[in-house]
T-cell receptor
């Protein structure tokens, strides 16, 4: 079993829809949680960064962490075709040198 | 400013040949990471450099893989005697220092081993 599980999709939604992307994890030591967005043929770019449990909002994006359930989510409101990309969750314990990534969810927002 | 750059963008090689992949990190970033991204596998950590410290090589999948970072800047990932299972996108990232710092990724090198 992988430390971080993420549904690969693809997920297809109409423009304007609310999108929910999720990851579950098994390592209770994870404290830092990130969401990266990766466009086709590009490197990932950091979208959201949260520490410990709770919600964080940035424009149309909301990141949610539930450490008790070992579950994180990214919500995208009023989705746009430009949001079409692969979204990767990543986590870090606070020790060691590496992030642990999910496999990524491919999202397509259609006109 | 300039981001992380990688070269070549694409590399096709024959099984058994050696390849070298290059990464130019953001100026001033002391930390540099190499990852491998295979279809459906997510990003797999390979190696981490931090300043003048010994690199963390714990993610290298076999002794055919090696990496160096010269002068605390440019890094080269070398794969010897390439195998078909080495086909993947190899991504480089740099950051200010710690794993929780934002990592800035290059566009990757797409390696195809025939």
């Amino acid at each position: 079993q992988k430390e971080v599980e993420q549904d690969p999709g693809p997920l297809s939604v109409p423009e304007g829809a609310i999108v929910s992307l999720n990851c579950t994890y098994s390592n209770s030591a994870f404290q830092y949680f990130m969401w990266y967005r990766q466009y086709s043929r590009k490197g990932p770019e950091l979208l959201m960064y949260t520490y410990s449990s709770g919600n964080k909002e940035d424009g149309r994006f909301t990141a949610q962490v539930d450490k008790s359930s070992k579950y994180i989510s990214l919500f995208i409101r009023d989705s746009q075709p430009s949001d079409s990309a692969t979204y990767l969750c990543a986590m870090y314990t606070g020790g060691g040198n590496k992030l642990t990534f999910g496999t990524g969810t491919q999202l397509k927002v259609e006109l | 400013g300039a981001g992380v750059s990688q070269s070549p963008s694409n590399k096709v090689t024959e099984k058994g040949k050696d390849v070298e992949l290059r990464c130019d990190p953001i100026s001033g970033h002391t930390a540099l990471y190499w990852y491998r991204q295979s279809l459906g596998q997510g990003l797999e950590f390979l190696i981490y450099f931090q300043g003048n410290s010994a690199p963390d090589k714990s993610g290298l999948p076999s002794d055919r893989f090696s990496a160096e970072r010269t002068g605390g800047s440019v890094s080269t990932l070398t794969i010897q005697r390439t195998q078909q299972e080495d086909s993947a996108v190899y991504l480089c990232a740099s950051s200010l220092g710690h794993a929780q710092d934002t990592q800035y990724f290059g566009p990757g090198t797409r390696l195809t081993v025939l």
